[in-house]
Every structure is written in C-alpha cells, then in structure tokens.
C-alpha cells in the first residue's frame, strides 16, 4: 500500500507560478511510475504529467508542455509538479498517482492505483 499526500495547491492569477508536492509513505515511490492528474469542475479527470521510476522520461499532456515540470526525489519519496504561466484553465483538483499497471498507456487513469485526497489550484484571470 502506498499513502499519498499533495500540498501547495492555492489561489494564483494568470501568468503566476505554483509547485505542487506529493509527499508518500508506505512503501518507496521507486518501485513506480509516478504521475500528476487534474479534475476540473463538471469535467472527467485528466493526465496532466508522469515520469518513469527514475525520472529519465516524462510525458506531458499537451495543453500543459512548455509550462510544467514533473520532477520526484526518490531519496525524499516525494514527486513535484512544477506549474508556471498559469491560465485560468488550469483551475482544477490537482492529484498525484502510482502506476501499478502497464496496459492502457502513460495517461491512463485506470493504470495507476493509488491516489491522493487532491489539492486545489485556482487560477484567476
């Protein structure tokens, strides 16, 4: 079993920049690939980022390349996003995930099997 645990979400506006950290417990995130997923309201939850178990690669969604950054220290069992130039579109209930299984791709949601309470990130404009 893993526990995972997101901080830094808040209210910003457009253009500012916030870091979000999931911090685990249970066992060491190196054993998975760890990924970042948002929900906004009335909307299905949807892959913003991950990275491999050692962080070499990193897949992006891409309403979010050029601007976030996925980033885990796997000696501090943490994984970070990264989230700069802000747009109110990117308001949402930003959650963490391990990856447990290796079937539907990267940004599947039904791949990753443990997840975080969330943290919200509001952006206005």
């Known amino acids: 079993q893993v526990q995972l645990v997101e901080s830094g979400g808040g209210l910003v506006q457009a253009g500012d920049s916030l870091r979000l950290s999931c911090a685990a417990s249970?066992?060491?995130?190196?054993?998975?690939?760890m990924g970042w997923f948002r929900q906004a309201p009335g909307k299905e939850r949807e892959f913003v980022a991950t990275?491999?178990?050692?962080?070499?690669?990193?897949y992006y969604a891409d309403s979010v390349k050029g601007r976030f950054t996925i980033s885990r220290d796997n000696t501090k069992n943490t994984v970070n996003l990264q989230m700069n130039s802000l747009k109110p579109e990117d308001t949402a209930v930003y959650y963490c995930?391990?990856?447990?299984?290796?079937?539907?791709?990267?940004?599947?949601?039904?791949?990753?099997?443990?997840w975080g309470q969330g943290t919200q990130v509001t952006v206005s404009s």
């Open positions: 995930a391990a990856r447990v299984a290796y079937e539907r791709g990267w940004s599947a949601l039904l791949d990753y099997g443990y």
């Open positions: 249970g066992r060491p995130i190196s054993d998975y690939p």
């Open positions: 990275l491999t178990w050692d962080g070499v690669t990193v």
